[in-house]
């Protein structure tokens, strides 16, 4: 009789390292997970940080007509063009 409860003792033992086991293995995950998320939100709080910069940059009208001159070669209504090329460098060789 002591021999079948020693077994059965043994057998629950086993049973319930083998769980132990693997819910720390699905901690693990779960933790590499809460980390991976963690990074990804905190790259969206940056990339929000960024656009939000921006849209406020852009809301200035003289900053819009800046940046869409510089960009699409844009002019206003009666404004000319000047491109300026330049010269021509010598270089000396001594």
């Given at each position: 009789?002591?021999?079948?409860?020693?077994?059965?003792?043994?057998?629950?033992?086993?049973?319930?390292?083998?769980?132990?086991?693997?819910?720390?293995?699905?901690?693990g995950?779960?933790?590499?997970?809460?980390?991976?998320?963690?990074?990804?939100?905190?790259?969206?709080?940056?990339?929000?940080?960024?656009?939000?910069?921006?849209?406020?940059?852009?809301?200035?009208?003289?900053?819009?007509?800046?940046?869409?001159?510089?960009?699409?070669?844009?002019?206003?209504?009666g404004?000319?063009?000047?491109?300026?090329?330049?010269?021509?460098?010598?270089?000396?060789?001594?």
């Open positions: 009789m002591r021999i079948v409860i020693l077994a059965v003792l043994i057998i629950f033992i086993i049973a319930l390292a083998g769980q132990i086991y693997v819910s720390g293995k699905k901690i995950d779960a933790k590499a997970g809460y980390n991976e998320a963690q990074k990804n939100l905190n790259e969206a709080k940056k990339e929000n940080e960024s656009l939000t910069a921006d849209i406020e940059y852009f809301l200035n009208p003289l900053n819009l007509e800046k940046e869409l001159k510089s960009r699409f070669n844009y002019k206003a209504a404004e000319k063009m000047i491109i300026i090329v330049p010269g021509n460098q010598t270089t000396s060789t001594q």
